[in-house]
């Protein structure tokens, strides 16, 4: 089993970046493929972009393409997400995810408690 920690969410400007961390603990990292999802108000969680073990292969969502880029330190057993050009629409909570094997997608089995991002307009 594995925990998940997320941080580094706070109020941005439209434009502005962001940096997401997320910190695991209780396994080995490196056996789990990672992946963030957010959640707006009122709205379904949706995934937003994965990684694979190695972090050689990376998913995203078409709106955040370009701007978002997902990465991990196995060493560190950490997994970012950096956010650029950010957008009111991104604002939602934020979480990262674990499983072992499966869908980059879908069905991840750990889940943190997730960090709260709000952009301005």
């Known amino acids: 089993q594995v925990q998940l920690v997320e941080s580094g969410g706070t109020l941005v400007q439209a434009g502005g970046s962001l940096r997401l961390s997320c910190a695991a603990s209780?396994?080995?990292?490196?056996?789990?493929?990672m992946g963030w999802f957010r959640q707006a108000p009122g709205k379904e969680r949706e995934f937003v972009a994965a990684?694979?073990?190695?972090?050689?292969?990376?998913y995203y969502i078409d709106s955040v393409k370009g701007r978002f880029t997902i990465s991990r330190d196995n060493a560190e057993n950490t997994v970012y997400l950096q956010m650029n050009s950010l957008k009111p629409e991104d604002t939602a909570v934020y979480y990262c995810?674990?499983?072992?094997?499966?869908?980059?997608?879908?069905?991840?089995?750990?889940w943190g408690q997730g960090t709260q991002v709000t952009v301005s307009s």
């Open positions: 990684i694979s073990y190695s972090g050689t292969s990376t």
């Open positions: 995810a674990a499983k072992r094997s499966g869908s980059y997608f879908r069905e991840y089995e750990y």
């Open positions: 209780g396994s080995t990292f490196s056996r789990y493929l």
